[in-house]
């Protein structure tokens, strides 16, 4: 089992900006693929974006594609969501996640989950 705790959720208002960061402590997550995904109110579990394994290629969902940034820091071992122009539908739990996996946009390859942190947007 992996420790992931997600941090920076709060309550902002539509345009504003957030910055979500994710610590984690096993080192092997190093060498993980490493992804956001958000659970809506009422809706199913989704994916947000992803850095891949190897490259740390970033890829976004479409929803979010020109306002969120993911990004990683490997000496501090965090991952990082960067979230400009908060809408209303962001509205939602985000949680931060590992896989082995070069890299996926699906739930179930990911293996390690952190209990998530509440962002709530407001208009």
């Known amino acids: 089992q992996a420790q992931l705790l997600e941090s920076g959720g709060g309550f902002v208002q539509a345009g504003d900006s957030l910055s979500l960061s994710c610590s984690y402590s096993?080192?092997?997550?190093?060498?993980?693929?490493m992804a956001w995904f958000r659970q809506t109110p009422g809706n199913d579990r989704e994916f947000v974006s992803y850095l891949s394994r190897v490259g740390n290629t970033p890829h976004y969902a479409d929803f979010v594609k020109g306002r969120f940034t993911i990004s990683r820091d490997y000496d501090k071992r965090t991952l990082s969501l960067q979230m400009d122009n908060l809408q209303p539908d962001d509205t939602g739990v985000y949680y931060c996640a590992s896989s082995n996996r070069d890299y996926s946009t699906l739930i179930t390859d990911y293996k390690n989950w952190g209990p998530g942190t509440q962002v709530t947007v407001s208009s």
């Open positions: 096993p080192r092997t997550f190093d060498y993980h693929a």
